[in-house]
């Protein structure tokens, strides 16, 4: 029993102390580590994790804790995808807390041209659909909800409707709960208007 | 055949219900009952590290016990939540957010974790009856029969009583699952929103025989219970409580309860504490009309596993004394909680103490989390030694005794 600990405290006070001075927030993770491993990831969510494909989505920006958390459920069969369940069935626990602390400190970029109408109805929707209350004012994310700001334009309207027709995997009810009561059409206009909300990125990301 | 029937009594009562479920407010579901001088907080729930801390992020050293006690990291186990022993020494944990329930095994002096049950339905309860392991999840209570022969290739659970879930309402469907001295399953049916009128089988603390799956209410008016033990002198069940949230930072206090009498009601959703009556639905009822708490734990602590000291290792006067994990407050703007407390009795079952014994999680009562750690349950080892489960960074905890 005491092997068990001692290894596990010594490995990672090396790693904690070694890579403490990379953390923002006291986040003991390895980013160097993450942007190694996250060599796979990039051919699908694009550099720095800024998606060029549209039902592909960004992961620049997240909170770390959304993207792990997302990786430990498609690992451990709670979300299942063909491309992402056989990844995430490779990857430790401290794979996982790494790349989430790679890609949460990259930042998140944009493409996406909201239309001028949706612009306008995109807040208000935003609003009564309770959208902010967990993803936030500004729609960044926080602890284990997803940033959707600036997020793929198809990705999003996919998770939407996946959510209204249950399909799509809910961690504990909120998300089907809160698209049960979206139309489609205010599914395409919340979409638009969330995959909108980023910088453009800059001629040297593009 | 009881068990068939009870059973299929409680689906025909729910499925009506299931059908003309619609969000009669809005998600998250912890929003609900939020009063409109509160529309503009920014107060919400933390959710756990599924892929767990590194053992460095621990602060372990922050942690303070009384004197001669120490703690130290016993197991990793993702999202840990309740505890409980198998004779053999098994050390079962479930856990909520991540639908499995893991086994601790020692061989050969190593320690070793196995996932033996997975793909469940937020498996919070757990526990162990002669061999058998059983694990309350969302809608129904299974059973695992010679469970530690076969850990490697666990056998299929075999239903105990389904229906436990009768609204499919979107709070508090998690359950707490203890053994009574009666060898029966006790465990909670939580209130199906944060207020509201709950219905027969809601609110209440529920018992099954495991032998014939005879369902009984053996408690009622309880918002949510997430810890039941079984007073070791007296057999009385004490639970905790959590009190409705959006009644601002002080109010109401989470409860400690005890039973008496079978069928007692504590008063939700119609009196809060023993003495505070509901804002919306208080003109219903009397507090009088209820039992009141055996003591207030505090606004928001969110108390969940508590368990009777009945080891030896601890000194003599923590014989029979209460440990209370408390998850710690969210719906409070400075929050508190986050530790395991340690309540004294009287012959008469009178409490005489209410104090911190093991504290240090929180280290920032306005951030946002304002703790590293959070404690879940507990579970008195045969050398008397504590386990504490912590959910949010997936760690079980060891505390000991040693005379200073």
């Known amino acids: ?206 | 055949m009881k068990k068939k029937i009870i059973a299929s009594l409680i689906l025909t009562l729910a499925i009506p219900a299931f059908a003309q479920q619609k969000p009669e407010e809005p998600p998250p579901r912890w929003l609900q009952g939020r009063s409109e001088a509160d529309a503009k907080s920014t107060l919400h729930p933390f959710n756990p590290k599924l892929t767990g801390a590194d053992i460095s992020e621990l602060q372990i050293s922050k942690l303070k016990l009384p004197a001669g006690f120490s703690i130290n990291v016993w197991a990793e186990v993702p999202n840990a939540r309740s505890l409980a022993r198998g004779s053999k020494g098994t050390i079962f944990v479930s856990n909520l957010a991540a639908n499995d329930v893991y086994a601790v095994v020692e061989k050969d002096g190593k320690r070793e974790v196995k996932k033996i049950l997975k793909g469940l339905t937020a498996p919070n309860g757990i526990a162990f009856l002669d061999g058998t392991l059983y694990v309350a999840e969302r809608t129904q209570i299974k059973k695992y029969e010679n469970i530690e022969d076969r850990l490697d290739n666990p056998p299929e659970g075999v239903l105990v009583v389904d229906g436990l879930d009768p609204t499919n309402g979107p709070g508090h469907f998690w359950k707490y699952l203890t053994v009574g001295p009666d060898k029966k399953l006790y465990f909670n049916i939580g209130s199906p929103q944060n207020i509201t009128i709950p219905n027969y089988v809601q609110g209440a603390i529920m018992r099954v025989d495991p032998k014939n799956g005879r369902l009984e209410r053996y408690a009622t008016g309880v918002r949510n219970s997430v810890g039941m033990d079984f007073h070791p002198v007296s057999k009385k069940m004490w639970f905790t409580e959590h009190g409705r949230d959006w009644m601002g930072d002080d109010k109401p206090e989470d409860e400690l309860n005890v039973v008496t009498k079978e069928g007692e009601n504590f008063g939700y959703p119609f009196c809060h504490q023993g003495d505070i009556p509901d804002p919306q639905y208080g003109k219903y009822a009397s507090c009088d009309q209820f039992t009141p708490p055996a003591l207030k734990l505090g606004a928001h602590v969110a108390p969940l596993g508590l368990h009777f000291y009945t080891g030896t290792q601890f000194p003599a006067e923590y014989k029979n004394s209460l440990f209370i994990a408390r998850h710690g407050s969210w719906n409070r703007s400075t929050k508190q909680g986050y530790d395991v407390m340690r309540v004294t009795l009287d012959a008469k079952g009178k409490v005489t103490k209410y104090e911190p014994f093991l504290t240090g999680f929180l280290f920032d009562e306005k951030g946002d989390p304002p703790m590293w750690g959070r404690p879940v349950d507990l579970l008195v080892m045969p050398d008397g030694a504590m386990l504490v489960s912590d959910d949010y960074n997936g760690i079980i905890y060891r505390v000991s005794y040693k005379k200073p």
């Not at chain 1, 070694?18 to 990039?42: D, M, P, R, W």
């Not at chain 1, 990857?91 to 996982?96: E, F, H, Q, S, V």
């Not at chain 1, 996919?158 to 809160?178: C, E, I, P, V, Y």
């Open chain 1, 1 to 206: 029993m005491f092997t068990f600990l001692h290894q596990n405290i010594t490995t990672s006070t090396i790693v904690g102390v070694v890579f403490l001075c990379f953390s923002t927030n006291n986040y003991a993770a390895n980013i160097e580590a993450g942007k190694a491993k996250a060599q796979t990831c990039i051919a699908c969510h694009g550099p720095n994790g800024n998606s060029i494909i549209s039902e592909f989505p960004s992961l620049s920006g997240q909170p770390a804790q959304a993207i792990s958390t997302a990786l430990y459920r498609y690992r451990e069969g709670n979300r299942k995808n063909p491309i992402m369940s056989p990844i995430a069935a490779e990857l430790t626990n401290a794979d996982m807390n790494n790349l989430a602390a790679y890609f949460s400190a990259e930042k998140r970029t944009s493409t996406h041209i909201t239309s001028a109408q949706n612009v306008s109805l995109g807040p208000e929707l935003a609003n009564k659909y309770n959208c902010t209350q967990c993803h936030g004012p500004q729609m960044l994310g926080l602890q284990h909800i997803p940033r959707i700001a600036g997020q793929q334009h198809q990705y999003l309207i996919m998770q939407l409707r996946g959510f209204k027709a249950q399909t799509r995997s809910d961690m504990d009810g909120n998300m089907s709960s809160a698209a049960s009561a979206l139309t489609d059409a205010d599914i395409v206009i919340l979409s638009d208007y969330i995959a909108g909300l980023a910088d453009r990125p800059t001629a040297k990301n593009e």
